[in-house]
């Protein structure tokens, strides 16, 4: 996938993610590992970082 598709998908996934209340920047567990919105979240903000450190 070209990098512009792969920071548009993650950029729609952070939308709707946050208008679902499901965005966790932060995780409210005991163990982070086991919340999911937690995991999805710091996937997209992976992609995000990534594509955002290869455009400097």
Known sequence: WSEDLVVAIAERLKARMQAEKRWKEKSEKK???K???YVRTQEVMK???KSRSESR
């Open 31 to 33: 163990n982070p590992g």
């Open 35 to 37: 919340d999911r919105d």
């Open 47 to 49: 992609y995000l970082s």
